[in-house]
Antibody, heavy 119, light 107 residues
Framework: EVRLVESGGGLVQPGGSLRLSCAASGFTFSIYAMSWVRQAPGKGLEWVST???????TYYADSVKGRFTISRDKKNTLYLQMSSLRAEDTAVYYC?????????????WGQGTMVTVSS | DIQMTQSPSSLSASVGDRVTIICRASQSISNYLNWYQQKAGKAPNLLIYGASSLQSGVPSRFSGSGSGTDFTLTISNLQPEDFATYYCQQSYNTPETFGQGTKVEIK
């Protein structure tokens, strides 16, 4: 079964840091680009970051550039290191497997992990 | 960034109805348009890619059309499990942007 399981979310104070993880199983993780997409409470979806299959290329939304770092390892895990967190970063964070039909879309999603930035 | 605008923001429909959701891009995106369904408290699910191609496992009552800047998602014979929020997403360039969503509710 193809599966993505996120962890690491929680309550953090403004200016703090948090690292999210996403464990992948059921597919050949190493050959797919992976992404993070977030959803603020009651709001729509926002692409956050993407990492290439080999990890050599990374892309970020302007809203998180310089504060978030995406990475991956050879143990089928995707990460998102978040620092200098702001209230507007409060959201459910989903990891997603990229698929390239016509450009980048997301065919497999995790269940999401909630990040709350508040004092 | 390419802006994606969906209409309506919400709609009420009955089981068996035909429903159409519109998505407009702020510039031409050819057919680089995807549709997702999201049920309450769940992750999104890819329904359609390339504006009109059905993702594997998605029922044939879902269909998409359009090219350039104007796109539609149609659900024919609406089923109880189709009550959800639907998002369009452009995959023409990065950042890949989503519409604000259309909530399909039970009438």
């Amino acid at each position: 079964e193809v599966r993505l399981v996120e962890s690491g979310g929680g309550l953090v104070q403004p200016g703090g840091s948090l690292r999210l993880s996403c464990a992948a199983s059921g597919f050949t993780f190493s050959i797919y680009a992976m992404s993070w997409v977030r959803q603020a409470p009651g709001k729509g979806l926002e692409w956050v970051s993407t990492i290439s299959s080999g990890g050599g290329a990374t892309y970020y939304a302007d809203s998180v550039k310089g504060r978030f770092t995406i990475s991956r390892d050879k143990k089928n895990t995707l990460y998102l290191q978040m620092s200098s967190l702001r209230a507007e970063d409060t959201a459910v964070y989903y990891c997603a497997k990229d698929v390239y039909y016509y450009g980048r879309s997301f065919d497999i999603w995790g269940q999401g992990t909630m990040v709350t930035v508040s004092s | 960034d390419i802006q994606m605008t969906q209409s309506p923001s919400s709609l009420s429909a009955s089981v068996g109805d035909r429903v159409t959701i519109i998505c407009r891009a702020s510039q031409s995106i050819s057919n680089y348009l995807n549709w997702y369904q999201q049920k309450a408290g769940k992750a999104p699910n890819l329904l359609i890619y390339g504006a009109s191609s059905l993702q594997s496992g998605v029922p044939s009552r879902f269909s998409g059309s359009g090219s350039g800047t104007d796109f539609t998602l149609t659900i024919s014979n609406l089923q109880p499990e189709d009550f959800a929020t639907y998002y369009c997403q452009q995959s023409y360039n990065t950042p890949e942007t989503f519409g604000q969503g259309t909530k399909v509710e039970i009438k």
